[in-house]
């Protein structure tokens, strides 16, 4: 599971977990710090067994604290932790975990975003590229090749530069995580304008509830639920 959602008592993912009949997850990784993406981390570890914590390198002036709870959760629990960077890969299951960026730590003072943990997970006939935060601006250079599945970074704000980046990486489905009426308005029309426009078929959290991906012989079946 990539990102733990925001707090809560329960944190919602962790109930939405629970819905799901998920009990135990291989890896729960945390992209970066921001209290929307780790807050529910510490609940997941307590009510379910994980295996390991994946991060990206740590900051260099250290993790914000909604991350640190997380991470000395795991600790308190035994949950191993491993720092995670570019070039690294990860197998999960069928899954296989490339890990595309950051390079290194975070530069004290340095906004999170551009450096989320940003991966590409393939499969036998899936590729999805999962961004977390990370907008165009940290997503132009990396060798990300085409995708399936596109997790759009930053809760579909509006990023100038990401037309190109679409028409690298084709994605025949985007999905855009947001919370109904958010107070930041997203996700944001250019943003939506430019998916269409790269022929991708775009399905968002605040209106369809959960997404569901699945692929069978390079088909793809998308369905919202709440």
Same mark, same amino acid.
């Given at each position: ?7 809560g ?21 945390l ?21 390991? $914590? %994946?991060? +990206?390198?740590? #900051? /260099?002036?250290?993790? =914000?604290? @909604?991350?640190?709870?997380? *991470?000395?959760?795991? &600790? ?22 490339? $890990? %595309?960026? +950051?390079?290194? #730590? /975070?530069?004290?003072? =340095?906004? @999170?975003?551009?450096?989320? *943990?940003?991966?590409? &997970? ?11 935060d ?32 679409? &028409? ?38 605040d ?20």
């Open positions: 599971m990539l990102d733990a959602g925001p707090p008592a329960p944190a919602p993912v962790a109930g939405r977990l629970r819905h799901l009949g998920v009990r135990r997850l291989d890896a729960l990784v992209t970066h710090d921001s209290l929307d993406h780790v807050g529910g981390g510490t609940d997941v570890l307590g009510r379910l067994e994980v295996g390991v $914590v %994946l991060t +990206p390198p740590a #900051p /260099r002036d250290g993790w =914000a604290p @909604p991350a640190r709870r997380v *991470l000395d959760a795991a &600790a308190a629990g035994g949950v191993g932790v491993r720092e995670v960077a570019a070039g690294d890969v990860v197998r999960v299951g069928e899954w296989r975990l490339h $890990v %595309l960026s +950051p390079a290194g #730590p /975070r530069p004290a003072g =340095a906004d @999170p975003n551009p450096y989320s *943990l940003v991966v590409r &997970a393939d499969a036998a006939d899936l590729a999805a590229l999962l961004t977390a990370a907008e165009s601006d940290a997503l132009a250079t990396l060798p990300t090749g085409t995708v399936d599945v596109l997790k759009v970074s930053h809760h579909g704000s509006e990023d100038p530069g990401i037309g190109p980046v679409l &028409a690298r990486l084709r994605p025949r489905v985007a999905v855009v995580s947001s919370g109904e009426g958010n107070a930041f308005g997203h996700p944001r029309a250019p943003t939506l304008a430019a998916l269409a426009a790269a022929g991708a078929t775009t399905w968002r959290t209106r369809a509830g959960d997404v569901t991906v699945t692929s069978r012989d390079g088909v793809l079946a998308v369905a919202g639920g709440r």
